[in-house]
């Protein structure tokens, strides 16, 4: 390594306190040179953690904004945002005193190693990938555009601020719900109230021995086959309502997943074991595997370890297939029809991801499963039904 592949970057800046803690700089860079020591982080998982938080580039965004770079009179007044990790500092102007209280002028020092990989560059982009992409692109010998940038050795702070950046404008609602596991600080309730659905959602999809192992659909598993936004309402249905609710801390919003764990893997595994032939199928092949299926089998799951729990005991897989094979012959995941009554009858792939046809599903095999647990014989309604599927 040579030492002019080393250095420091000097920019007159401004820091900004924000309350009492938060501490923003914002200065001016010539786009061209933030590449030197800044990178844009995609969604992407290392082995079991997901890393990153950017969305990938989007071309025609960027061409776009390119060819106004290109123009005679261009101008950019929007700063991008920057997380910078602890290796940057700040150096205040010591003649100059602060302004209000809040403002204080000086030096952002930024280290450079051009031999260091993207990953471990000191500047992470959090806002702004399009406009600094066209500027890298542009035919222009420089650019310069404003920065607000913050210091922190914290990637979970970071992926907040990604969250709360962007929360103005769409972002995927599976990009959002995949990194709040590893977020950390405040976020808007609505988001609070996901943290941790997605947090066990995120268990199930990468632990090993889970049943949904890498079949849950997000940004970094896109080759799933079930939707994780299924898997998100089935999760805070039974911890709103549910038999997850048992082990739920309704003051932190948070709970035992490990006890979850211990309902939620042996249910699905016993699923997959009953209804073989409907498993890890595209949801327009198996109803199991889609919407309207996953919820309503998670409100049997409640009702299969209510009953149990009030026994003072928690069903393991065993006990969970003992039941389920009482509605093996009950259910039209792949093929044939649903039998909802005498005179109700739905094709297999009519089912929908809708309010209603869960409610009609779920009251179905709630009926039907609590009927045959009990012995009971066929009722009118059972033997009409059963005629008119003969």
């Known amino acids: 390594m040579t030492e002019a592949s080393t250095y420091e970057l000097r920019f007159p800046a401004l820091e900004v306190r924000q309350g009492r803690e938060r501490l923003l700089y914002t200065f001016a860079v010539d786009g061209k040179e933030l590449p030197?020591?800044?990178?844009?982080?995609?969604?992407?998982?290392?082995?079991?953690?997901?890393?990153?938080?950017?969305?990938?580039?989007?071309?025609?965004?960027?061409?776009?904004?390119?060819?106004?770079?290109?123009?005679?009179?261009?101008?950019?007044?929007?700063?991008?945002?920057?997380?910078?990790?602890?290796?940057?500092?700040?150096?205040?102007?010591?003649?100059?005193?602060?302004?209000?209280?809040?403002?204080?002028?000086?030096?952002?020092?930024?280290?450079?190693?051009?031999?260091?990989?993207?990953?471990?560059?000191?500047?992470?982009?959090?806002?702004?990938?399009q406009r600094c992409a066209a500027v890298r692109e542009a035919d222009v010998d420089a650019f310069p555009l404003c920065v607000t940038a913050f210091i922190t050795a914290s990637q979970g702070e970071q992926r907040a601020q990604f969250i709360l950046v962007n929360s103005t404008?769409?972002?995927?609602?599976?990009?959002?719900?995949?990194?709040?596991?590893?977020?950390?600080?405040?976020?808007?309730?609505?988001?609070?109230?996901?943290?941790?659905?997605?947090?066990?959602?995120?268990?199930?999809?990468?632990?090993?021995?889970?049943?949904?192992?890498?079949?849950?659909?997000?940004?970094?598993?896109?080759?799933?086959?079930?939707?994780?936004?299924?898997?998100?309402?089935?999760?805070?249905?039974?911890?709103?309502?549910?038999?997850?609710?048992?082990?739920?801390?309704?003051?932190?919003?948070?709970?035992?997943?490990?006890?979850?764990?211990?309902?939620?893997?042996?249910f699905w595994r016993a699923v997959r074991k009953v209804f073989d032939d409907a498993w890890g199928l595209a949801p327009r092949r198996s109803r199991l595997m889609h919407g309207v299926g996953i919820a309503s089998m998670g409100y049997l799951m409640d009702a299969i370890t209510d009953e149990h729990i009030a026994q003072g005991v928690l069903p393991d897989e065993p006990d969970y297939v003992a039941e389920l094979q009482l509605l093996r012959d009950e259910c039209a995941w792949t093929g044939g029809h649903w039998q909802f009554g005498p005179y109700s009858q739905r094709r297999w792939n009519e089912l929908q991801n809708t309010h209603k046809d869960i409610k009609l599903l779920t009251s179905h095999l709630l009926r039907e499963y609590r009927r045959l647990a009990r012995g009971e014989p066929q009722g009118p309604l059972e033997q009409a039904q059963e005629a008119w599927r003969r």
Not at 94 to 119: I, W
Not at 206 to 224: R, V, Y
Not at 225 to 245: F, P
Request: aromatic share 8%.
């Open 36 to 129: 030197k020591f800044t990178t844009v982080s995609r969604v992407r998982r290392d082995e079991r953690q997901i890393a990153g938080y950017q969305r990938p580039e989007v071309l025609a965004h960027v061409a776009a904004i390119r060819s106004y770079i290109e123009t005679t009179s261009p101008m950019i007044p929007n700063a991008i945002v920057i997380a910078f990790d602890t290796r940057v500092r700040f150096e205040p102007t010591e003649s100059v005193p602060r302004h209000d209280g809040y403002v204080t002028p000086g030096t952002l020092v930024v280290p450079v190693d051009e031999g260091l990989p993207d990953e471990d560059k000191p500047g992470w982009i959090v806002d702004g990938q």
């Open 169 to 266: 404008r769409p972002l995927p609602k599976g990009l959002v719900y995949e990194l709040l596991p590893s977020t950390e600080g405040p976020l808007p309730p609505a988001l609070m109230r996901k943290r941790f659905p997605s947090f066990v959602l995120e268990r199930l999809n990468f632990d090993e021995d889970s049943p949904f192992h890498q079949l849950i659909q997000t940004p970094t598993t896109p080759e799933g086959v079930v939707r994780g936004n299924s898997i998100l309402r089935m999760l805070e249905n039974s911890l709103t309502d549910g038999c997850l609710y048992y082990f739920r801390d309704p003051d932190t919003g948070s709970g035992d997943i490990e006890e979850m764990l211990l309902i939620l893997k042996p």
